[in-house]
């Protein structure tokens, strides 16, 4: 081959790549593996959840709202564990606590609880579709509570001027059972987005946590969730 002729091939293979190099760039990738295949493997998936808080307890609380974050352990078989913490602040509701009163008293309740639920779940996820799938979760709760209610009596002295007492509400720490199923959409391999429904059974027995009086002395619930997590 001379050496007109090898610069000519030069030239030729120089061209094949050129016009064939953006069809490189734009062809499809591979298809990815399904997302549902991820629930088979050991993994981890910390996430986030703000929750619409409903009362059992209507007649002594408002609707509250809570944060609460978990780390799931998962074994790589759609079974996993999970410890979770969270922050709720509970608002007393006004009317909650009656006194049989005279005319010249009048008793008001104000402030609330701050509750810390520290807990494990055990978690089981299964599949719907390709992006959707549930996790349905089980376990045992232990409620730190801070209160700041205060009830208000307001009442006529023997000299006819106002005066303001006050008395502060009790709330125990307490054993709780909690329950949780979220609708997860896979976005993508790591990041999914949550909406769920959760529920909590306050275990307390005690009674009578004001003046032979059990005033909001339930932390049982029904909770409206959202939020998001990251598997990997």
């Given at each position: 081959?001379?050496?007109?002729?090898?610069?000519?091939?030069?030239v030729?293979?120089?061209?094949?790549?050129?016009?064939?190099?953006?069809?490189?760039?734009?062809?499809?990738?591979?298809?990815?593996?399904?997302?549902?295949?991820?629930?088979?493997?050991?993994?981890?998936?910390?996430?986030?959840?703000?929750?619409i808080?409903?009362?059992?307890?209507?007649?002594?609380?408002?609707?509250?709202?809570?944060?609460?974050?978990?780390?799931?352990?998962?074994?790589?078989?759609?079974?996993?564990?999970?410890?979770?913490?969270?922050l709720?602040?509970?608002?007393?509701?006004?009317?909650?606590?009656?006194?049989?009163?005279?005319?010249?008293?009048?008793?008001?309740?104000?402030?609330?609880?701050?509750?810390?639920?520290?807990?494990?779940?055990?978690?089981?996820?299964?599949?719907?579709?390709?992006?959707?799938?549930?996790?349905?979760?089980?376990g045992?709760?232990?409620?730190?509570i801070?209160?700041?209610?205060?009830?208000?009596?307001k009442?006529?002295?023997?000299?006819?001027?106002?005066?303001?007492?006050?008395?502060?509400?009790?709330?125990?720490?307490?054993?709780?059972?909690?329950?949780?199923?979220?609708?997860?959409?896979?976005?993508?391999?790591?990041?999914?987005?949550?909406?769920?429904?959760?529920?909590?059974?306050?275990?307390?027995?005690?009674?009578?946590?004001?003046?032979?009086?059990?005033?909001?002395?339930?932390f049982?619930?029904?909770?409206?969730?959202?939020?998001?997590?990251?598997?990997?």
């Open positions: 081959m001379t050496m007109r002729q090898k610069r000519a091939c030069s030729i293979l120089a061209c094949i790549a050129i016009l064939s190099f953006p069809g490189a760039v734009l062809a499809a990738p591979p298809e990815p593996a399904p997302i549902s295949d991820l629930f088979y493997v050991e993994c981890y998936e910390p996430d986030g959840l703000l929750s808080i409903i009362p059992a307890d209507t007649g002594s609380w408002n609707p509250s709202i809570g944060l609460a974050g978990a780390w799931t352990f998962w074994t790589g078989k759609n079974i996993g564990w999970a410890p979770r913490l969270g709720e602040y509970w608002t007393i509701k006004d009317g909650a606590f009656e006194v049989d009163a005279a005319n010249n008293i009048s008793v008001f309740l104000d402030g609330g609880a701050y509750v810390f639920p520290l807990g494990v779940l055990f978690r089981y996820s299964f599949p719907w579709t390709e992006r959707w799938h549930a996790d349905i979760s089980a045992l709760e232990y409620l730190f801070v209160p700041t209610a205060v009830v208000h009596f009442y006529k002295n023997h000299w006819k001027r106002w005066r303001d007492d006050q008395g502060c509400l009790s709330f125990d720490d307490r054993f709780a059972i909690a329950g949780d199923f979220d609708a997860v959409y896979a976005w993508n391999e790591n990041l999914n987005f949550k909406i769920g429904l959760g529920c909590r059974i306050d275990l307390n027995t005690a009674d009578n946590n004001f003046l032979a009086e059990n005033v909001g002395n339930d049982s619930a029904v909770m409206l969730k959202a939020g998001m997590s990251w598997r990997f």
